[in-house]
């Protein structure tokens, strides 16, 4: 008996320990699975083109900066 009562402090300590790493874990992990399947991913475009860009003046100003040519 006398070692018990020597070994529940710690052993209360490691519970609570537990206890609490468990409870943060399965909060954060819910927080992300219910934000990923509420909100649309970010970073993926649709079908739209991209304002602003033309391909075959881009392809023309990859060229010339292969050849050391500048505008």
Not at 29 to 56: C, F, K, N
Request: proline share 6%; net charge negative.
């Amino acid at each position: 008996m006398k070692y018990v009562s020597v070994l529940t402090p710690p052993l209360l300590v490691c519970a609570a320990f537990l206890v609490a790493v468990g409870a943060f874990l399965r909060h954060e992990m819910g927080v992300r699975r219910r934000r990923s399947r509420d909100e649309p991913e970010e970073g993926i475009s649709g079908p739209e083109e991209i304002q602003g860009h033309d391909a075959d003046a881009q392809a023309g100003d990859t060229a010339a900066a292969e050849r050391g040519d500048h505008k």
